[in-house]
């Protein structure tokens, strides 16, 4: 890869890089994509997320800024492109 080139991948694609040599910090985004069934499950032990402001508790759905609707099944989500 050269610098600025960007890779996307399936969260259960085994991936890796060499170590970051420059004098700057690696960047990462990560976007994760979820079914409006889904509900929230707080693992013990999990390392916190920095940014994230929810007050979710086991079993609440996604429904926050934290987590924001891209996209709605059954709408008409086409309209105004």
Same mark, same amino acid.
């Given at each position: 890869m050269k610098p600025g080139d960007v890779i996307v991948h399936d969260?259960? !694609?085994?991936?890796a890089a060499k170590g970051n040599l420059s004098d700057r910090p690696r %960047? #990462? /985004?990560?976007f994760r994509y979820v079914d409006q069934d889904v509900r929230y499950f707080? %693992?013990?032990? #999990? /390392?916190?997320? =920095?940014?994230i402001t929810h007050n979710l508790k086991t079993?609440? !759905?996604l429904e926050c800024a934290d987590?924001?609707?891209?996209?709605a099944?059954?709408?008409?989500? =086409? #309209?105004? /492109?």
């Amino acid at each position: 890869m050269k610098p600025g080139d960007v890779i996307v991948h399936d969260v259960m !694609t085994l991936h890796a890089a060499k170590g970051n040599l420059s004098d700057r910090p690696r %960047r #990462a /985004i990560s976007f994760r994509y979820v079914d409006q069934d889904v509900r929230y499950f707080e %693992r013990p032990g #999990a /390392i916190m997320q =920095t940014g994230i402001t929810h007050n979710l508790k086991t079993g609440d !759905t996604l429904e926050c800024a934290d987590y924001p609707l891209v996209f709605a099944s059954g709408v008409n989500n =086409t #309209a105004g /492109i």
